[in-house]
């Protein structure tokens, strides 16, 4: 289990520092992206631009599609694609219909794998397309149809991503029905956030001792904790970081939540038994909890459910059932 956790932990975490990297010229790709996509009808024949403006033709809509990466895949499956999806990465584990799907490798994918199960569509990603540049390359080669899915930065362009996701594969309408439920689900979550008197400080850990990892600005646990009327403690920092013990005793948050207890035994007595931990108002309290690192790091459907998984870690008092 241990050894899992550090191959998801180095999967999530290059996909966090190659996201950080990203140029104004990325940026703005993304932006000819999402409203090249988006003003599709979603009929086919469908030509469109991808995240690196590679240009993608389909005759009519995918009958066999292979996605390289968690996200894609539960988008494609809450899109109802279930028949459609022949490979998915060695990670994706949600929905539970994944499990059985055929597994085409991780960070390094296996190319003959993937043109073996002859799909018409291969769903890549923008975060992890310069480290898969000569795979990605091979299966064009091969003549399969490649598409590099923008890498969302907000929680704004995980809509995009999902409405584009849903016209390319001939599911516009129901990406949008998708989307809709999101905004109102988040939308609710806000409006009970308005009630909150005194803000609280929190501090996120996404990988544990002795390589200890935390959130800061320009991320998407950032946001959420700002859309909970939260204050991130990291906030000072940029991107994924690696944490200075003293400076979270410093910062001394009111709540502290974990995101690795899927993978790794014990989060809280881990934080609460550290050396120098003892005096922070999250330990003395016994407010440290987990939150399932899926929900808050995969820019899919389930995102607004980290929301609220982390709404009610914070403000149980607001937000619990």
């Known amino acids: 289990m241990k050894h899992t956790f550090k191959i998801l932990l180095a999967f999530v975490l290059s996909i966090g520092f190659l996201s950080a990297c990203g140029t104004n010229d990325a940026k703005e790709t993304n932006k000819n992206e999402s409203k090249s ?3 599709e009808k979603g009929e086919f024949p469908l030509s469109v631009n991808d995240a690196l403006d590679h240009k993608i033709s389909l005759e009519e809509q995918p009958k066999h599609i292979v996605s390289l990466i968690p996200s894609n895949t539960e988008i494609l499956f809450e899109l109802g694609l279930n028949d459609e999806i022949v ?7 949600y929905p539970k219909e994944a499990m059985n799907k055929e597994k085409i490798g991780g960070m390094e994918f296996n190319v003959e794998k993937i043109v073996g199960l002859k799909p018409d569509l291969v769903l890549a990603h923008e975060s992890t397309a310069k480290s898969a540049e000569e795979g990605l390359e091979q299966l064009r080669s091969a003549g ?7 890498d969302a930065k907000s929680i704004e362009e995980v809509y995009d991503t999902i409405e584009n996701i849903g016209t390319l594969v001939g599911k516009k309408e129901q990406a949008e029905t998708i989307t809709s439920g999101m905004k109102s689900d988040l939308a609710t979550i806000q409006e009970k956030a308005k009630s909150i008197k005194e803000k609280k400080s929190v501090y996120v850990e996404v990988s544990p001792s002795p390589d200890i990892y935390s959130t800061g600005k320009n991320t998407f646990i950032d946001q959420m904790l ?8 990291m906030s000072d920092q940029d991107g994924w970081v690696q944490v200075n013990q003293e400076a979270v005793i410093s910062a001394n948050p009111d709540v502290i939540i974990t995101t690795y207890g ?10 609460m038994g550290r050396d120098g931990w003892k005096d922070v108002n999250a ?3 016994g407010d440290v909890h987990d939150v399932h690192s899926d929900l808050v790091t995969r820019t899919g459907p ?7 998984e ?7 008092e607001i937000f619990a059932e």
């Open 302 to 308: 389930r995102l607004v459910e980290g929301v609220e």
């Open 283 to 285: 330990v003395k309290d």
């Open 262 to 271: 899927y993978y790794s035994e014990n989060p809280k007595e881990q934080v």
């Open 144 to 150: 399969v149809k490649v598409f590099i899915v923008q």
């Open 37 to 39: 996509v988006s003003q």
């Open 226 to 233: 700002s859309l909970v009327n939260a204050e991130n403690v």
């Open 87 to 93: 490979g998915v990465s060695d990670f994706d584990n």
């Open 310 to 316: 982390i709404a009610k870690s914070i403000y149980p």
